[in-house]
């Protein structure tokens, strides 16, 4: 990629051949050399200058907000530091997180350092290691949920630097894109039935099983031999019985229906969603220590769990091999550009994928 720029500080970007005339951008991170004749002439700018950017391209946020302050941006190069790995993203998976944090939901809880580079999942190759990385070399294929302790410089770029304990070797079954789908809602969903307690057995409730999380909670329980109900729209209905799970529409009436299918009441309910799910749970549970919920707080008061996924290389490993095996598959619903993240972001509030939203970046 280069940019071109006059005297008057107006210039052109040119990508793979490619000439913008208004790039959004001024890139950092630069290298200034004279531009040859011949280059004059591609771009239209007569007396300029060749800048070449050296840095990467990612999505930015400069202030918090909607998709709208999402734009496409060059940005410097991560430092790696010790305990990380420097990942050439191959696609970014995205998560309803992303735009919670993006818009400021969660300020009071973790800092954010403008400007922001959203996203927290990860496919790639390994381009760098810290210093006292042993675990992987240049050019091994990861993934990752690459959490940090604030909010900065995250997946939706060319180039992330991410903390070792975050990682896991790819899945050689999976695809880039199904690969960055799997680490965060993957994770989510197998903390979440260790959580209940999920067993052999057992009949539990998934609240929302066609989402990103859903999907990988309602095959989670079927292959540790429980018994899945899971809430959707009808036109999912068909999916998640190939997912092995009873599938009842969500809504008034849902305790009922679920009755009819469990007139017993159910062991366990893993919760995506909040409100009207935590109240019918709370009616159907025979024991309420076994709703876990990542949706609504009123679980922790009701004697179940209020959880937060944590980042774990053990059990992302785990969900890694269970997706070799054959045992866990990733739904990728859509898959956009980096440059339409402000897109995928649209997308994941309307609430409707059937699975994960994933950017494919290089
Ligand atoms: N605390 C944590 O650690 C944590 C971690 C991950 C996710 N979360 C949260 O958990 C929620 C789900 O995340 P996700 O990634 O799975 O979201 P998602 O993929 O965007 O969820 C989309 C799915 O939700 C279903 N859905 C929408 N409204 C529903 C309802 N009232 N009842 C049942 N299903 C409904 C849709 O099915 P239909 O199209 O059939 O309606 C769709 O398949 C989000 O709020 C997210 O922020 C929290």
Redesign the pocket.
């Known amino acids: 990629m280069a940019y071109y720029e006059d005297a008057q500080g107006g210039g052109v970007l040119v990508h793979a051949g490619v000439v913008s005339p208004h790039p959004p951008v001024r890139p950092t991170g630069l290298l200034i050399v004279d531009l040859p004749p011949v280059e004059q002439v591609a771009t239209g700018i007569a007396t300029a200058r060749l800048v070449v950017a050296v840095g990467m391209r990612a999505i930015i946020q400069e202030q918090y907000g909607g998709p709208d302050v999402l734009t496409l941006a060059e940005r410097p190069d991560p430092k790696v530091a010790p305990g990380e790995l420097l990942i050439r993203v191959k696609s970014a998976g995205v998560?309803?997180?992303d735009w919670?944090l993006g818009a400021g939901y969660l300020d009071s809880m973790m800092e954010a350092r403008f400007p922001i580079i959203p996203g927290w999942d990860v496919s790639g190759v390994v381009e760098a290691v810290g210093l006292d990385v042993h675990e992987y070399r240049v050019g091994d294929e990861v993934i990752g949920y690459a959490r940090k302790d604030w909010v900065a410089n995250g997946t939706y770029a060319e180039l992330v630097a991410a903390n070792v304990r975050h990682i896991a070797a790819k899945p050689r079954a999976l695809d880039w894109n199904e690969a960055a789908g799997l680490p965060?809602?993957g994770l989510?969903a197998y903390q979440m039935l260790d959580r209940a307690r999920i067993a052999e057995g057992d009949t539990v409730v998934v609240?929302?099983?066609?989402?990103?999380?859903?999907t990988f909670a309602t095959q989670l329980a079927v292959a540790r031999g429980a018994r899945v109900i899971g809430?959707?729209?009808e036109?999912?209905h068909d999916f998640l019985r190939e997912l092995g799970a009873e599938p009842v529409t969500?809504?008034d009436g849902l305790v009922e229906r679920v009755r009819a299918l469990a007139p017993e009441g159910i062991d366990a309910a893993v919760d995506?969603?909040?409100g009207?799910?935590i109240d019918a749970s709370r009616e159907l549970l025979k024991d309420l220590s076994r709703l876990v919920s990542?949706?609504d707080p009123r679980a922790e008061e009701l004697g179940g769990a209020s959880?937060?996924?944590r980042p774990s290389a053990a059990d992302l490993t785990e969900l890694s091999r269970l997706a070799d095996a054959g045992e866990l598959r990733v739904f990728v619903d859509r898959v956009l550009p980096l440059e339409e993240a402000a897109e995928a972001w649209r997308l994941?509030q309307e609430?409707?994928?059937?699975?994960?939203i994933v950017l494919s970046v290089s």
């Open positions: 998560n309803p997180v919670k965060l809602a989510t609240h929302a099983a066609a989402g990103g999380v859903g809430t959707a729209s036109r999912n969500y809504g995506c969603v909040g009207e799910s990542v949706a959880m937060w996924v994941s609430g409707r994928a059937r699975g994960k």
